[in-house]
Every structure is written in structure tokens, then in C-alpha cells.
């Protein structure tokens, strides 16, 4: 079986480059004809032992030579610079969608918006999408009246990623749920894959000795609850028993210092900036407890939490979406409303007790073991592949009736049904 796979690759700064796609290439690559496509000028030549490496220009892409594959596989995710060329290819030659998160608003308006310049577009697409009422709120987005979370809540945007789409693959429950309610698309779901560690981590444990080693990474963006984390260590009695390490690209460092001062933090709090994996790993291993936050959640799952599993670390996530799955065993929730409150019991609890949170990540490992192993990812994958054909005539027949629904609207008063409502009728009756 010949497959198409659409994805950034390493060196690009994005655990989808790194540790997702790490874990499958070995196995994929094995049991298909796998071209990797991207639209980097660089990547990391070691790739090319494992599968061919195609470069791509949304704007020039050879078409013959993606039909010469069976299927074509689609990884879009909320970043725009890695995912942007992708969906533009996904629009023209319809293929199975991986979708990373099910909220998309930010790609799309950091797309329509900051890389094309074009907020008629953007609004045009929420219109299309969502109609008056997501033209009305689009327009006061664009004024600034209402903020991106908001936006991303109630304007997912999820669609307009998925548009002319085979099939789709998700990694959460919820994610699931979604689309299966969209009744649309043929989707699948599998646990977020990872390479599995050595049996050398289990049963390790981290010399438990003040100053403990708290540890933050990956993108700070405004939902990484940075500030609540600040304001939780400051006001906490015994705070100088830890060393919180921040790694990764920040939005407004010069703010971020700042705040620090003011909370009098500057002697226990450590900006490091972006780290490769290497070093980070590094860091992972003697550090003591993970604070892995996110609200709003974009409905991922978390490809940093199975990076912190991976080192048998203790986490703290927050009580939402993917993050509220996962069992009390393997993490320690934060509900958002009760964030300080949250935080700071947690870490009084490790004050006492650093030993029982260990136990606590050595429980997430196994998890990461038993959940998210790479080989029954990559089972899933061939699966869709093998029924590429029966999805393509199932497609042929929804753009069918699709089409048929908006001659028929256009017969109808204002006040009948809905194009759309009168494609899905048609198509009921067709299976």
C-alpha cells in the first residue's frame, strides 16, 4: 500500500514533528510505501532512511504524483506555520484527515488574519460556516470587542478544517463525540502514540530533596495558566522549597520578567527559552514535578503529558477536556475555577509526601505504556487506509446529495428547510 503522509518534520518546533511522529514512523513505514511530505526547506536527513521526502509548495504541488498513492494522509493541528500549507493541499485533493484539536479558530484566524492579510476572507468563512450570528461575532473579534478563547469555544471552526475530507482520525473522546454529532465524516478514534521507554525507567526515583525541581515546557500561550502558577508560588507559605524552570518560546517575555519581580519571584523562577529535545529530556529526568495546564483546552490530547509519563513524572493538569479523562491515579487535577487554591494544595501535598507523587508517575508511565503504544496507532492508520476506496464512494455520494440539496433550496421559500438540512435528508435516504 502506497500512503501519502502530510506532516511537519524535525527540526520544526512542534512535538508532531518530534515525539509523534518519532513513534510511528518506524512501524508505519514498515508495512506501507510511505512518502513524507513537506513544505520546510529543511529536515532532518535521518528521516530518509525510513521513508521517501518529498518537498511541496501548496501553490505548485505535483498532482500525478499524490495519485500515485493509495491514500493521503492530512496531520492538522492549531499552528498555523506548520499546519497551513497541509490544510491548503487537504481543500484540492481530498484525503483522511488527522486532526490534533478539535477547536481550530486559531489556525484559522492567525491564516485569514496575520499571514494573509485577509479579514474579509476570515469573515466570509464564518459566515459560510456559522451564519449571521458567526458573521456578527467574528466582526466584534476582529474589533476587539471579544478575545480568541471565546471565539474558540463557541467558533471551533472545526469544519472548515475538515472540509472535503475522506475520513478523520482523532485522539480524544470528546474530539470523537464532535464529529460523530456533525454526521459528516466516517471518524475513528486512538489513543495519541509515543515511543515507550526503556524498562530502565520503571521503578526509578528522583532524589527528594528541597529545592525540588518544578518544571513547565512547550509554547507558553496565554492558556497555559503561566500567571496563575506565579500568583499560587507567591502567596505560598514554604515556597522557597521549590525552583519552578520554564522552557519554551514566550509570547511577551519582557512581561512575563516583570511580573515576576513584582511577585518576588526573581531568585526561585528560571526562563530558559527554547530547549531541543535533548537537553529538555535531560531536564525531565531530574526534575521533580510537571505543571501542565491548559484553558481553555483546544480538545487535544497532550502530547507534552506523555512526554512527562515517559520520565515517570508527576504532573499537574488541568480538570478540562482530555486532561479531566485521565484518572486522579496519574495526575493531580486543577479545577480552573479553584486554580491557586488548586495549586497550592498540590504542592503542600508534595511538601509532605514528595515520595507519594512519585508513585504517581511511575502510575502515568504505565499508562503511557498500556494506552499509548505506537503499534496500535499505526494499526488504526492501516485500517482507514485499507477502506480509503469505500470512503471515497461514500464522499461522492454526500457532495452528491449535497449538491442536489442546494438545486432543491434554491426551489424553496425562504422559509423552508436549509440546503444543507436538505442534502443530509437525501443522503439518509441514499444509505
Known amino acids: 500500500m502506497k500512503i501519502n503522509w502530510f506532516c511537519p518534520l524535525s527540526p520544526a518546533r512542534t512535538s508532531i514533528a518530534d515525539d509523534y511522529l518519532a513513534g510511528i514512523l518506524p512501524s508505519l513505514s514498515k508495512q506501507c510505501e510511505l512518502t513524507l511530505w513537506t513544505d520546510q526547506s529543511d529536515w532532518d536527513r535521518e528521516l530518509e532512511k525510513s521513508a ?22 492530512y496531520n492538522i493541528g492549531n499552528n498555523h506555520l506548520f499546519h497551513g500549507s497541509i490544510w491548503q493541499v487537504s481543500r484540492r485533493h481530498p484525503g483522511i484527515v488527522i486532526l490534533h484539536d478539535l477547536r481550530v479558530h486559531q489556525f484559522f484566524d492567525s491564516l485569514y488574519r496575520a ?26 473579534f476582529v474589533s476587539g470587542a471579544v478575545n480568541i478563547d471565546f471565539m474558540s469555544e463557541h467558533y471551533p471552526l472545526t469544519s472548515l478544517a475538515l472540509e472535503n475530507c475522506l475520513a478523520v482520525l482523532v485522539h480524544s473522546q470528546e474530539a470523537l463525540e464532535h464529529i460523530e454529532a456533525m454526521k459528516q465524516w466516517p471518524v475513528a ?3 495519541l502514540p509515543r515511543t ?6 520503571d521503578g526509578y526515583f528522583r532524589a527528594a530533596e528541597p529545592p525540588y525541581r518544578l518544571v513547565m515546557f512547550g509554547h507558553m500561550g496565554r492558556n497555559r495558566r503561566l500567571n496563575a502558577v506565579l500568583e499560587a508560588l507567591s502567596a505560598m507559605p514554604g515556597r522557597d522549597a521549590f525552583q519552578l524552570e520554564i522552557f519554551g518560546d514566550i ?10 519581580r513584582k511577585l518576588g519571584l526573581g531568585e526561585m523562577v528560571q526562563l530558559h527559552g527554547y530547549t531541543p529535545e535533548d ?35 508527576p504532573s499537574l493538569v488541568t480538570d478540562v477536556g482530555w486532561y479531566a479523562t485521565l484518572s486522579p491515579d496519574t495526575v493531580a487535577h486543577v479545577r480552573h475555577e479553584h486554580e491557586r ?8 501535598a508534595f511538601l509532605k509526601d514528595p515520595r507519594q507523587f512519585a508513585q504517581m508517575g511511575q502510575r502515568g508511565l504505565r499508562t503511557l505504556r498500556d494506552q499509548h503504544d505506537p503499534e496500535k496507532y499505526v494499526r488504526t492508520v492501516l485500517d482507514l487506509a485499507a477502506n480509503a476506496r469505500q470512503f471515497r ?39
Open 52 to 73: 521517501r521526502v518529498r518537498h511541496f509548495d501548496p501553490y505548485a504541488i505535483s498532482w500525478p504524483e499524490l495519485h500515485k498513492a493509495d491514500v493521503t494522509f
Open 251 to 260: 509570547t511577551d517575555g519582557r512581561h512575563l520578567r516583570s511580573r515576576i
Open 393 to 431: 464512494v461514500r464522499k461522492s455520494a454526500y457532495d452528491l446529495a449535497r449538491s442536489a440539496g442546494t438545486i432543491m433550496g434554491s426551489w424553496t421559500s425562504s422559509a423552508g428547510p436549509e440546503p444543507v438540512r436538505i442534502a443530509e435528508k437525501i443522503y439518509e435516504l441514499y444509505e
Open 189 to 191: 478514534v486512538a489513543s
Open 196 to 201: 515507550l521507554p526503556p524498562d530502565s525507567n
Open 279 to 313: 537537553e529538555l529530556n535531560k531536564v525531565l529526568k531530574t526534575s521533580h514535578l510537571a505543571i501542565n495546564l491548559r484553558y481553555p483546552t483546544m480538545g487535544e490530547a497532550s502530547g507534552s503529558q506523555l512526554r512527562i509519563w515517559y520520565h515517570a513524572l
Open 341 to 348: 487554591d488548586d495549586i497550592q494544595s498540590h504542592l503542600s
Open 115 to 140: 499571514q494573509w492579510r485577509d479579514v474579509a476572507g476570515y469573515l466570509a468563512q464564518m459566515k459560510r460556516h456559522y451564519g449571521d450570528e458567526g458573521l456578527r461575532a467574528a466582526t466584534e
